[in-house]
């Protein structure tokens, strides 16, 4: 991160009637560095997102980039890229014709357009597709090339809505390797994802949105040390899926269950190696026959769990 913040949210608030969807925001994100927005479903990104990019005027506060109001001067809105969850892109049309298109859509002079389309083509690492009609391209592929049609002007804030959503690891792994070498050329690259996984890795600061508000905000590791200091989680993965008593057991042996695995429950605790050499015990005792215990440090998707349910705020 170098150099004067190139994009500016203070104070920024806004409603949709008597609901109100940012209650204060402030933000700040410089030329060269990843954000990750954080938050549930309704915590206010997307709105967040359009007030980003101008399509919003907020009720109070102010976002300025570059120095600009992307709502009220085309300029500003001219040096961001928006990359939405959907392909925004011409199916029918390669590659190559979707940035040419995108590049004159966005004013870039006619002579400049061939540089600048193979300039996004390499920085996407999509040359070898430019002549391949997009309907026929993969997901990852795909993806890289709503990137590439984003860049094309050359934007100095780079806005990603859930890029990895549909994709693979490998694509996935690919779509990081791209945003990485944007932040590297100094593009600003602000990012919402539910792939916490992704955030965690590639981030070098995440924001926590909770009912319209920034309520915590940091580099990810930092702010696991901070909220988990030497606890470690457990896992335990159970053989079958426990009945209401086996639940009950487990329950009182500190385990809690994962959103999506009913065999899979965790707890956080200090002596995490111990603790799971208890746990076994305790549960082979109990006749609950566990398929594997691990032990790992925390993640974002604890401390997103204690943000989530206002366990923790800044």
């Known amino acids: 991160m170098t150099g004067l913040p190139l994009l500016t949210v203070s104070g920024v608030r806004h409603a949709y009637g008597p609901r109100t969807v940012l209650a204060g925001v402030d933000l700040a994100l410089s030329p060269g560095e990843i954000y990750a927005l954080l938050g549930p479903n309704g915590a206010g990104k997307t709105t967040l997102i359009k007030t980003i990019c101008g399509r919003i005027r907020p009720e109070a506060g102010s976002v300025r980039l570059q120095g600009q109001d992307p709502a009220r001067v085309s300029a500003a809105r001219a040096g961001l890229g928006l990359v939405p969850q959907e392909i925004a892109l011409y199916a029918h049309l390669t590659v190559a014709e979707n940035l ?89 690259v602000l990012l919402t994802t539910h792939d916490l996984e992704q955030a965690g890795s590639l981030a070098d600061r995440v924001g926590f949105l909770r009912d319209g508000a920034l309520v915590l905000e940091g580099p990810p590791q930092a702010l696991i040390a901070e909220a988990f200091g030497s606890r470690m989680e457990v896992l335990v993965e159970l053989s079958s899926e426990p009945d209401a008593a086996g639940e009950a057991l487990l329950t009182a042996a500190g385990l809690s269950r994962t959103a999506h695995r009913a065999r899979l429950w965790t707890c956080l605790e200090a002596d995490g190696y111990a603790a799971a050499g208890r746990l076994d015990k305790q549960l082979r005792k109990a006749g609950l026959c566990s398929r594997e215990i691990r032990v790992r440090e925390p993640s974002l998707h604890n401390l997103f769990s204690l943000v989530a349910e206002r366990t923790l705020a800044a």
């Open 100 to 188: 040419a298109t995108f590049a004159s859509l966005a004013q870039v002079p006619r002579r400049d357009v061939p540089a600048a389309v193979q300039r996004a083509l390499q920085l996407t690492r999509t040359v070898d597709r430019a002549h391949v009609p997009v309907r026929h391209l993969s997901g990852g592929y795909q993806r890289r090339a709503n990137i590439a049609a984003a860049i094309v002007h050359q934007p100095a804030l780079l806005i990603l809505d859930e890029p990895t959503v549909g994709v693979d690891i490998d694509a996935r792994e690919a779509l990081d390797a791209v945003i990485r070498g944007l932040r590297d050329l100094g593009v600003a």
